[in-house]
């Protein structure tokens, strides 16, 4: 049979990925995208994505060619199959599209609202970038996100994101603009000196007393915070992101895990949920959402103890709501629809908080499993605690949660 020697290695690339038609089919072998010479798996997205490219009229970069080449030799006996002798073209490559120049330099710059990363590809950056978005552990709004047509990532330019990013980039040799490293050097007076600058509480007799607190907090504070009991005091710190200095909180002889509960709004506890339950309660918060499944027997041990629990410490559990799908609480005699009286709701199902017509915002939402903030409905405080060992029998799923 007469072979057909390829003219350039564009021809392979795409014979390859399907799209150009062989010679010849050999018996028994489908024909269609993909179909004429059987990739490994691993060598399959690169040829889509370099024919993509072709058909767009766009050459291949350096790097692709070395590849493309090398994949050519590598599919060297499927091309004879197919009536395609590309010894040749191996030997004395040809490519008949312009080299693709990629910028492969890695900068950290700003414009207006966001910070731009510009990065050749690199799956381990994405997947960090993803996984902060994701966890938000940066703070963002539905805007920031890789933007394909300029090839970068815009992330929302907030004080908190840009000390985190700068520090990451920094790691990963980026490069700065002059106005960037400007903007870090200031911030990192204020790192240096935090007391300086940061806003913070501290004891001021039976009240508590802020420090550099903008116009606008100090007076939401006055007016709302301040002629408050002391632990609501404390309770708002938390949720204003107010730090409390040390004294405060050794003053009142709060636990460890008080203190974390206080001066966090996203934390993860090693303590049973149970624990965690009742330190919330006896810390006053007037409302909290808890979350587990109900298809374990053990779990539904765990929801008896603290319905009996809730019942010594506080007379009844007229305001304890319990809803699930299935019937296996039903005995419990425990409200299945808050009222606004509802202190506390256990749930196999967080989305139900969202319900319309039950209008119930906790203020805390405890569950296990619940490493995404925006998987969670409503709660200004969110604890994540962890999967209970086979003694303490309490088990969440968090598929079944969310």
């Known amino acids: 049979m007469k072979m057909l020697y390829p003219k350039d290695i564009e021809y392979c690339i795409n014979v390859m990925a399907g799209s150009e038609q062989p010679p010849k089919t050999p018996k028994g072998r489908n024909t269609g995208i993909g179909m004429y010479i059987k990739l490994a798996r691993y060598d399959v997205n690169f040829v889509n994505n370099v024919s993509s490219y072709l058909h767009r009229d766009m050459g291949m ?74 966890e938000d552990d940066l703070i963002h709004n539905k805007e920031s996100e890789w933007n ?17 990013l700068y520090k990451w980039a920094t790691e990963h040799q ?35 007393k802020l420090h550099n607190a903008p116009k606008d907090l100090q007076d939401y504070w006055d007016s709302n915070v301040k002629d408050k009991k002391i632990i609501e005091q404390i309770k708002n710190c938390g949720l204003l992101a107010i730090d409390l200095d040390k004294s405060v909180l050794t003053k009142y002889n709060f636990s460890n895990t008080e203190q974390e509960i206080l001066t966090n709004g996203f934390l993860s506890l090693d303590k049973p949920i149970s624990e965690v339950l009742f330190t919330c309660l006896d810390l006053g918060f007037e ?35 319990i809803n699930s799908k299935n ?52 709660g200004s405080k969110i604890i994540d605690v962890k999967p209970s060992d086979e003694e303490d029998g309490w088990q969440v799923d968090s598929d079944e949660i969310f």
Do not use: C
């Not at 005699?333 to 119930?360: C, G, Y």
């Open 327 to 378: 019937n296996v609480f039903g005995d419990l005699k425990v409200a299945s629809e808050p009222t606004d009286k509802t202190r506390l709701i256990i749930t196999d199902r967080m989305s139900r908080l969202q319900n319309k017509h039950w209008d119930f915002k906790a203020d805390v939402t405890i569950g296990h499993g619940m490493y995404n903030k925006r998987n969670i409905f409503q």
């Open 148 to 164: 394909a047509e300029s090839k970068r990532w815009n992330i929302n330019f907030t004080e908190h994101n840009f000390v985190l």
């Open 287 to 321: 409302k909290i959402a808890v979350g587990l499944t109900s298809h374990s027997a053990s779990n539904v041990d765990q929801v008896n103890k603290i319905v009996k629990w809730y019942k010594v410490k506080y007379g009844d559990t007229s305001d304890v709501v």
């Open 174 to 208: 980026f490069k700065f603009s002059d106005s960037v490293k400007d903007i870090w050097n200031r911030f990192e007076k204020i790192i240096q000196d935090k007391n300086k600058y940061n806003i913070h509480a501290t004891d001021n007799g039976d009240t508590l």
């Open 61 to 134: 970069t350096s790097r692709q060619r070395e590849l493309a080449l090398k994949l050519t030799d590598k599919y060297r006996k499927q091309f004879r199959l197919l009536g395609i002798d590309v010894s040749k073209i191996v030997q004395k490559p040809v490519f008949s599209s312009e080299v693709r120049t990629v910028d492969r330099s890695k900068r950290f710059d700003i414009q207006g609202e966001f910070i731009h990363l510009y990065f050749p590809y690199n799956q381990e950056l994405i997947k960090t970038i993803n996984q902060m978005l994701r």
